[in-house]
């Protein structure tokens, strides 16, 4: 349980109404009961005001005073931070015991912390280390000489292979696969010959990964994944790929070897991206995007292969003209053969 006015003071919002009202419990305006605080996050959501029994609503600065006539409010810069902010004091976590689970198997060379937890079933591999309040869950594999940061956490199923660096405060979900082989091999004149993959992978502090994403080492040198990436699940990031700080990869990207991508990119769901494409800082891509060539700093594409947004939604739109367009088309060709034929 909280006071609002806590709420309040957390959110750097302006509190509207009884500070000292009770909030036991966050929840969606249209299923809100009372002791809930609630979100008005966009305009679509205020037509559900009304009848919200929430005991207190989170809203943006510039919503309409009428809208919260009678209710208890905390009134925000960006509601989806204050949400963010608000979800995390009554998030549920499972406290997990520290120390090595007697089910677990750790190599004499690993180097465990005293604090970190691992749990049944786990595998820690020789020279592997595995900082403070760091937690590997049942059934994770943990190569030889991998590195797991402070405070990382690796959910069940996950193989990290021998040699990955992983960041502190790092999120790994179920059955994620990093530092595997990337894809290469070489034509001899009668069979596929495999490259050796000897590079390793390198994860920045504060990322996300999602499950059943894959991310393969490098072949030389190494596959780095920047410092606040979000990655969603169901990725597949290649060898000697280069992603930058705080970028966002949505499901079911796929992204080629030796491309780099920079700062706070975003990529929609299936975007796909060939290799040694060059991806410049701030980058969005619409779901579905195939990006075949470098994409200059700052830029909003959709399309395949990729094109401007706007030139994009133009090609859409006479796209859907199409049909219209050879009806019209083969009217006129039938009066002009008509007209010959007279």
Not at 107 to 129: I, K, N, T, W
Not at 141 to 154: D, E, K, L, M, S
Request: charged share 25%; aromatic share 4%.
């Amino acid at each position: 349980m909280i006071k609002l006015r806590e709420i309040a003071s957390r959110t750097g919002g302006v509190l509207v109404g009884d500070g000292e009202a009770d909030i036991t419990g966050i929840a969606a305006l249209k299923e809100a009961r009372k002791g809930d605080i609630a979100f008005l996050l966009n305009k679509g959501f205020e037509k559900f005001l009304a009848a919200s029994e929430a005991t207190a609503v989170i809203a943006g600065k510039e919503t309409d005073p009428a809208l919260l006539a009678g209710k208890n409010a905390v009134l925000v810069e960006n509601p989806g931070v204050a949400y963010a902010e608000v979800a995390a004091i009554f998030e549920k976590t499972r406290d997990v015991p520290r120390g090595v689970s007697p089910d677990a198997r750790v190599a004499h060379d690993a180097v465990v912390s005293p604090r970190a937890a691992v749990l049944s079933y786990a595998c820690v591999e020789s020279g592997a280390v595995i900082e403070e309040d760091a937690v590997v869950h049942p059934f994770c594999f943990i190569g030889p000489g991998a590195r797991v940061g402070a405070g990382t956490v690796i959910y069940p199923n996950v193989s990290v292979y021998g040699g990955t660096r992983i960041g502190r405060r790092v999120i790994i979900h179920a059955g994620a696969v990093l530092g595997s082989d990337g894809f290469g091999y070489v034509w001899d004149g009668s069979r596929h010959r495999k490259i050796p993959q000897l590079g390793f992978l390198e994860i920045g502090d504060d990322v996300e990964i999602g499950a059943n994403t894959c991310i393969d080492r490098g072949s030389l040198g190494k596959t780095v994944i920047g410092q606040g990436t979000k990655i969603d699940n169901l990725v597949q990031v290649a060898h000697n790929v280069a992603i930058g700080e705080n970028s966002i990869l949505a499901s079911e990207v796929g992204i080629a070897g030796s491309t780099r991508l920079g700062r706070n990119v975003v990529l929609g769901g299936k975007v796909g991206v060939r290799d040694h494409v060059e991806i410049g800082d701030g980058v969005m891509a619409a779901g579905g995007t195939g990006i075949t060539k470098d994409v200059k700093a700052g830029a909003v594409i959709a399309g395949n292969p990729h094109l401007p947004h706007r030139e994009w939604l133009r090609l859409q739109a006479c796209l859907k003209r199409l049909p219209e367009l050879f009806e019209r088309m083969r009217r006129i060709e039938e009066t002009i053969r008509k007209g010959e034929e007279e």
